[in-house]
């Protein structure tokens, strides 16, 4: 354990989030540190899912703000965010499945490269990196395989040379020793001194090779330590089955 | 003074003015605008057929216009070759303005957006080639000249009878089109605009009731095209003339000038129109780039045209004036509720081996489940489980690829979805989905539209049943509004509600259709604690009136809360159903839902996981 | 033969029709029913230019090119933008068209105006059929920009970036693509070529008040046989439904011509609702 923190990459500073006027994040704080990796944890609907849009900018905080780099970027449009070096995996590998594998890295570039030939180039360096995607790089991006496309939305964010990575269950309906395969790559990322914030449902596997770890329920802030500090996974169990929440005791059976 | 003028029913003033307007020859008024006013019930009657398909059903059709022609030629060859009595004109002219209407309707069945627009657009750029075409009987582009006067009882018309002719034929036109658009089946319209998956999943047949309203809209077009007939004695397809793109433009504008939804907003626009600096019928250059800013503006800024505005301002103006400490916005959103009374007729509801398949991917397999009624049966898995997949194919929105799903022994496989739902299905959805221009109670009455239903002859000549069926529907309404505690919402506008009224109204629409199957669509997401704890308290009420109540959910203490069984739904497959006790700590369950395997649970020592959770400070 | 020439410049004006409506479909995902209506504003500004001013044609390309584009981009800025929900955005387009059309008549009357061809006047044969050399330009050009559209938007950055806008508009804006300045340029891109066309179609088409609303339906119905999006599919039916009206109107009679296309119009629709591209295109789960 650290006594000097690093300043974070990326920190939530009690935002608040939703769609519309269905609020999701009640006042969520989440940091993320360079060469770390901080996972979140939640059952479905807790929030996970808002918050990583909420930092990225597709969602507006109502309140609160996001810092990257330690400026406030609340007010900046995704497109700007991307440019300071963040870069968003959204779930279910929102490739664009009409065009190929190469045109899809070509993409992911955009936002920091200019100029065909230098982002083959660094097309070059992913094919290298995920020899798979360099043998079909002519295919287009939905006619790949579940673990496939998730590579290449992983390259693909990476192509924008990212200082820190947003990652949306990337083991979403992929076999097991696929789950194992792209968790490797995650915790390889954090050696090229990226922050990585992490979403996960498969808490277990998750825990393992986190640095730190927030657990969200019902979009508030449940549990948030390093991952040394968890004890066992029971108690975040024990979060998902809502045991922080005070409950009245059920209601009676009206007689009939 | 004022207060006795405001408890004059608000109908008695049109049918007043309506009175004035048709004396007006005998009071002084002159040729040309006689005229003119006649051309202004002409437009108003094509604005009001354009407020029914596209204010109130929400389809962009224009071929108003098309129809308009239709009936002048009908009414001009009738006048010139068979006889020139009146009612024979008009009764031959809205014939055939159904009959186009429903064959030109047809295709907007299937089409919406940008292909039905550009779709009737097109049915006014054939005028005149059909007029071509049938030149035996429209005489091409000479047109028909010299139309005789209408006749009445043998007797032609002069020009004031005419005029009052014209007042009469369209005092009578908007009273039906009022009546109609106030009773159930204008709401049952604006629910169909909102959404046609809310109007099915209503009971409310969404093809017959489209058809009926592009039926009825043409009918106005038909009775405006013998007006113009036998107006200017002379029907052509002169371009510019009346049966072109620019008058089906003005008439977009009239529409969204007066709001597209609003009765008197038709003849408010269309006298705009017609009557103000631009002279619609002199077909001057300018009528275009007025259309045009016209419609512009108030499509961006004020969509709900001038009776919008006036309805606004007007609320404004009665909330100042309502006593002191009523009549603020911010209403107390929690009132106290009262329990639900009365019986469900619940039935059993058997899911069984059902599975689906979209392209590639198994939705569902091999599901099966039975819900029974007076209790609850919960169904929870994490995203992509099949739960949302499943609730829609029990509501028929997806056919079944195998298997069978039943309610009381009786397959609803193949049935439509508002077949379904009028078996007695009622469900919520997971955003709720609630129509623009209602208020609350408005809005939980539509759940009634197809289990007690009145056919649109008896709302419109507002018969005994249409004013039975009105008074039944408050009653069950204002029981279901109590029941969810919203009761003091009752007249407020539902669609601008905060997400907790929202999902309340949905419910009590719900309970107002005494539905025998209830199926709840994630109702506790984004509600806060005090919300979700009345809800289950709605949900075991149901349940214990002898409803099959089904709640679909993640929020899984709820879920422990209300269920007596539960499903648990991963990769869509049930891979454990049971009680509450049972599931929490089923291995299954951890490893689908919560990704924690059994092996890494250490107990608390001395306590289980239930009387730990229980135990937590409030 | 003839027919077929005639057809196929009929069809070459529908084509670059739907050519405006795919270029602002690709980039935006609306779809402009404004744009036959600056392709008029277009001809009229070269009959200003040309005959009203007697200018040479550059100038009057560049002037025509910068009017128009400017009306497009104050189109998206006035009309489109502020209006979310399609059935707001039907009204507002309808308006935006009718403006353009109303501000015409009153420049320049609701007179119907000859645009003079720089091209001769004596037809030409070719392939056995007789054609107006500035009709054959007409097809030509229309060919030539559906080719270098199609060849844009597949192999440069910008194209790229435009179809994945199209596809996914989040996910576009994720990978760092600016979503808001890529309508205004599809929407400038195509009012510029919409300005560029003028004195090529003016000698086909007049200069015509009326006319945009039956070019606006019918480039229309090309888009509905070849696919929202698809440039070179929706070019094959612009041609083909030119080819149709034609024949239609040599062997039926003129009157039927229309009809014909609105009955096509109604079968696409019915039974190819994604067009022939997309029919082709397997669904992806």
């Known amino acids: ?256 | 003074m004022l207060a006795r003028i405001r408890r004059v029913p608000f109908t008695v003033i049109p049918l007043v003015l309506a009175a004035l307007l048709a004396l007006l020859p005998w009071l002084g008024l002159g040729i040309y605008w006689n005229q003119e006013i006649v051309l202004t019930i002409g437009l108003a009657l094509l604005v009001s057929g354009l407020n029914l398909s596209f204010g109130y059903a929400g389809e962009l059709a224009l071929g108003q216009v098309a129809i308009y022609a239709v009936g002048a030629y009908v009414s001009g060859y009738i006048a010139l070759n068979l006889t020139s009595d009146l009612f024979v004109s008009l009764l031959a002219a809205i014939a055939a303005a159904l009959v186009i209407g429903l064959i030109s309707g047809y295709p907007g069945l299937r089409l919406g957006g940008w292909a039905l627009a550009m779709t009737s657009f097109f049915l006014v750029l054939l005028v005149p080639d059909l007029v071509n075409i049938f030149q035996k009987y429209t005489n091409g582009t000479i047109g028909l000249v010299g139309i005789p006067p209408l006749t009445l009882f043998g007797q032609p018309l002069d020009s004031n009878q005419y005029y009052l002719f014209a007042v009469i034929i369209g005092t009578l036109w908007f009273a039906v089109f009022r009546n109609l658009v106030t009773s159930r089946h204008g709401k049952a319209l604006l629910v169909l605009r909102r959404s046609p998956v809310l109007a099915s999943s209503l009971g409310i047949g969404v093809r017959p009731l489209k058809l009926k309203a592009y039926a009825l809209g043409a009918v106005p077009c038909g009775i405006a095209g013998v007006l113009f007939a036998n107006l200017e004695h002379f029907v052509s397809p002169a371009n510019p003339g009346p049966f072109t793109i620019t008058t089906a433009i003005a008439v977009l504008a009239a529409s969204v000038l007066g709001g597209s939804t609003s009765v008197y907003g038709a003849l408010a626009g269309a006298a705009v129109l017609q009557l103000g600096p631009l002279r619609l019928s002199s077909f001057n250059q300018y009528t275009d780039a007025v259309d045009g800013a016209f419609l512009i503006l108030f499509g961006v800024l004020l969509s709900d045209g001038l009776s919008g505005l006036s309805s606004r301002l007007a609320a404004r103006w009665q909330r100042r004036r309502a006593a002191p400490g009523v009549g603020s916005t911010a209403l107390e959103s929690r009132a106290g509720r009262e329990q639900l009374a009365g019986r469900l007729s619940g039935a059993p509801l058997e899911v069984d081996s059902v599975s689906k398949r979209f392209g590639g991917v198994t939705a569902l397999s091999e599901v099966s489940l039975r819900a029974e009624p007076g209790k609850v049966t919960a169904l929870i898995g994490p995203n992509g489980s099949g739960k949302t997949t499943l609730l829609n194919m029990v509501c028929g929105f997806y056919k079944l690829d195998q298997g069978k799903i039943g309610l009381d022994g009786v397959s609803l496989a193949g049935r439509s979805p508002h077949k379904v739902a009028a078996a007695g299905v009622a469900r919520t959805f997971q955003t709720p989905i609630i129509p623009k221009g209602l208020t609350v109670a408005e809005t939980v009455a539509t759940g009634r539209y197809a289990t007690a239903y009145t056919a649109m002859p008896t709302s419109v000549l507002r018969l005994p049943a249409h004013w039975r069926g009105q008074r039944a529907d408050r009653q069950a309404a204002s029981r279901a509004l109590a029941v969810t505690g919203i009761s003091h919402l009752a007249t407020e506008d539902a669609e601008s509600q905060p997400l907790g009224i929202r999902r309340l109204i949905e419910v009590a629409r719900l309970v107002a259709a005494e539905p025998r199957v209830v199926l709840f669509d994630e109702i506790a997401a984004g509600l806060d604690d005090d919300e979700v704890r009345d809800l289950g308290e709605i949900v075991r009420e149901l349940a214990s009136a002898g409803g099959t109540v089904i709640l679909v959910e993640h929020n899984f203490g709820l879920v422990l809360d209300v269920a007596d069984e539960i499903y648990v739904l991963a990769n869509g497959r049930v891979v454990a159903f049971g009680p509450p006790a049972e599931i929490r700590a089923h291995p299954a369950v951890l490893r689908e839902y919560l990704g924690v395997s059994a092996e890494a649970l250490e107990p608390v020592p001395g306590q289980t996981a239930t009387e730990a959770h229980h135990d937590q400070p409030a | ?285």
């Open chain 3, 1 to 285: 033969m003839t027919t077929i020439w005639a057809g196929l410049s009929v069809g070459g004006v529908y084509a670059v029709v739907a050519l405006g409506y795919n270029i602002v479909y690709i980039g935006s995902s609306t779809l402009n029913f404004a744009h036959a209506n600056l392709m008029m504003l277009g001809v009229f500004l070269a009959y200003w230019g040309l005959v009203q001013l007697s200018w040479k044609i550059i100038p009057v390309l560049v002037v025509a090119v910068a009017i128009v584009a400017f009306a497009s981009m104050g189109e998206e800025r006035v009309a489109i933008r502020p209006v979310r929900h399609i059935q707001g955005q039907l009204v507002t387009m309808v308006g935006a068209a009718t403006l353009i059309t109303g501000i015409i008549e009153i420049v320049w009357g609701q007179q119907a105006l000859t645009v003079p061809s720089f091209f001769s006047d004596t037809p030409h044969h070719v392939l056995g059929g007789a054609v107006l050399p500035g009709d054959l330009a007409v097809i030509g050009l229309a060919v030539v920009l559906t080719a270098a559209i199609a060849l844009v938007s597949r192999l440069s950055m910008v194209g790229l970036r435009a179809l994945a806008v199209s596809e996914d508009r989040d996910a576009a804006q994720l990978r760092g693509i600016n979503v808001r300045r890529m309508q205004v340029g599809v929407f400038a891109l195509a009012g510029a070529i919409a300005g560029l066309l003028g004195p090529f179609l003016g000698p086909l088409t007049f200069a015509s008040y009326t006319l945009p609303a039956s070019l606006a339906v019918i480039g229309f119905v090309a888009l509905a046989i070849g696919g929202y999006g698809s440039i070179v599919a929706t070019t094959v039916g612009a041609f083909g439904i030119g080819l149709v009206q034609q024949y239609t109107s040599r062997y039926i009679g003129a009157n039927y011509e229309n009809l014909m296309v609105f009955a096509i119009l109604v079968v696409v629709l019915m039974a190819l609702p994604n067009g022939l591209a997309g029919a082709r295109r397997e669904r992806v789960v």
């Open chain 1, 1 to 256: 354990m650290t006594s000097l923190r690093d300043e974070p990459v990326l920190e939530t500073v009690r935002i608040c989030s939703g769609y519309g006027d269905i609020q999701v994040l009640r006042e969520v704080s989440v940091r993320v540190w360079p060469g770390r990796l901080s996972v979140l944890l939640g059952s479905n609907g807790a929030g996970k899912t808002t918050t990583l849009r909420t930092v990225s900018g597709l969602n507006r905080a109502t309140a609160g703000s996001v810092r990257l780099f330690g400026r406030d970027v609340t007010k900046l449009a995704p497109s700007d965010r991307v440019r300071l070096g963040l870069a968003y995996v959204m779930e279910g590998k929102r490739l664009f499945h009409r065009r190929t594998v190469e045109e899809n890295l070509l993409l992911g570039g955009y936002g920091k490269a200019r100029g065909r030939r230098a982002l083959r180039r660094q097309a070059g360096a992913m094919y290298e990196r995920f020899p798979v995607l360099g043998e079909r790089r002519r295919s287009r991006a939905g006619e790949l395989s579940g673990g496939q496309q998730q590579m290449l939305a992983i390259a693909q964010a990476l192509m924008a040379q990212p200082r820190v990575l947003l990652l949306d269950e990337p083991s979403g309906g992929l076999a097991p020793i696929i789950v194992k395969q792209v968790l490797a790559i995650v915790d390889e990322l954090k050696a090229d001194g990226l922050g990585v914030l992490l979403v996960e449902q498969a808490a277990e596997e998750a825990v393992r090779i986190a640095d730190h770890v927030t657990v969200l329920d019902v979009g508030r802030v449940v549990i948030d330590k390093p991952a040394a500090e968890i004890e066992s996974v029971a108690e975040i169990q024990h979060a998902y089955l809502g045991g922080y929440r005070s409950k009245p005791p059920r209601s009676s059976l009206p007689l009939l």
